[in-house]
């Protein structure tokens, strides 16, 4: 079984930075990557970002690039989410997942608050 915990949400202006920490436990961690989802009340959940644990591939969705940055402490099984240059649209509460595969997620955490206001 794995365990995700998210931590490192809160309140910040428009403009403002933030940085996500997800730490994965267990008997085991043998998934291929992370990835980070929002949703915000009355919207869908939305990718957010991914990374592989072997190649450090990273994937944003459009709305984030060039603003946020995921990275992998990978001997800590910890993945963080730096977020810049914040929006009132980035409002939304964050999870991380993870998976056996590319795209595929089976383990969840109870995600973290991140308002931006403007």
């Known amino acids: 079984q794995v365990q995700l915990v998210e931590s490192g949400g809160g309140l910040v202006q428009t403009g403002g930075s933030l940085r996500l920490s997800c730490v994965a436990s267990?008997?085991?961690?043998?998934?291929?990557?992370m990835g980070w989802f929002r949703q915000a009340p009355g919207k869908e959940r939305e990718f957010v970002a991914s990374?592989?644990?072997?190649?450090?591939?990273?994937y944003y969705a459009d709305s984030v690039k060039g603003r946020f940055t995921i990275s992998s402490d990978n001997p800590k099984n910890t993945v963080y989410l730096q977020m810049n240059s914040l929006k009132p649209e980035d409002t939304a509460l964050y999870y991380c997942?993870?998976?056996?595969?590319?795209?595929?997620?089976?383990?969840w955490g109870r995600g973290t608050q991140v308002t931006v206001s403007s």
């Open positions: 997942a993870a998976g056996p595969s590319a795209g595929v997620y089976t383990y």
């Open positions: 267990g008997r085991t961690f043998r998934t291929s990557g």
């Open positions: 990374i592989s644990w072997s190649g450090g591939n990273t």
